[in-house]
């Protein structure tokens, strides 16, 4: 494996793991955990082979962490479901929590047994998964690219 393998492979890790559970909030700031991947992708790259990466070639670096680490944050949250950890079952969790406290609220109404009942339902299919997959690595490589430009600015030489 070359240095820019690994180099790709420990941002799309990094990307991954900042992807799921409780971690996955932090997304939630312009996809801030994947743009941090793609520019660990560029910094691991850097300190290993010591030579300077190009920002076109540090967004392709990122684009691909990006996408990689999609499918590991897939894989993590697939891990993570039966015990209750993943991205979804959290929000959800959440989301009952907030409800439970709009039905305690004078005035409020609370919100039909079928609206519940729709948002409650966790059942995924596998075709379904794998198109959101599909979706997220899309959106993961245009950050991870973004934070892969970035990070060679940042972890490139110094022009003084």
Known sequence: MTTRQKSILAGALITGILSTS???????????????????????????????????????MGALAGAAGAVFASIFEAILRPVGLDSQTISQNMMDEW???????????????????????????????LL??????VIYAIFGAIGGAIGTSLFGPDEG
């Open 99 to 129: 409800m439970r406290g709009m039905e305690g609220m004078e005035g409020q109404p609370g919100m039909s047994p079928e609206m519940m009942e729709q948002m409650q339902s966790g059942d995924m299919g596998i075709v379904f998964i």
């Open 22 to 60: 409780y971690f996955n909030f932090v997304n939630t700031i312009c996809c801030l955990g994947v743009m941090l991947g793609g520019a660990a992708a560029v910094q691991q790259y850097t300190s290993q082979s010591g030579t300077a990466v190009e920002s076109g070639d540090g967004a392709i």
């Open 132 to 137: 959101g997959t599909a979706v997220t690595m």
